[in-house]
């Protein structure tokens, strides 16, 4: 891995989790502060967590970061909690695991 990138979700509707317009302008705006980097090279994946938001977020990083690969993890759904040793164990194996042939790694959360 030569760049990971952390990414909260952008801005969400707090009745059903969806992105708001002003949360897919900071997707948008986001991916491309990223594209100068990311395009760059071939080998790229986006993790994402299953909650809906960060999952909107991730398709918006993946279209306009030419259709990178969007994988959901659900161990990243953290579930508004502060993550345990073991947790943060299995997050980062998850990670290593997933994204060993990969140059580009984002790996977007939705904790708040």
């Known amino acids: 891995m030569k760049h990971l990138f952390l990414v909260r979700h952008g801005d969400y509707l707090y009745d059903g989790g969806n992105l708001n317009p002003e949360g897919v302008a ?51 759904f953290l579930d508004e909690h502060i993550p345990s040793d073991d947790e943060l164990r299995v997050i980062h194996n998850s990670i290593m695991e997933r994204t060993a042939n990969h140059d580009i790694v984002t790996v977007v959360t939705h904790y708040d």
């Open 26 to 76: 900071q997707m948008g705006r986001m991916a491309e502060w990223m594209r100068p980097i990311v395009s760059s090279h071939d080998e790229r994946i986006i993790l994402s967590s299953t909650a809906l938001r960060a999952k909107q977020s991730a398709d918006i990083l993946s279209r306009v970061l030419d259709n990178t690969l969007v994988v959901e993890d659900e161990d990243l």
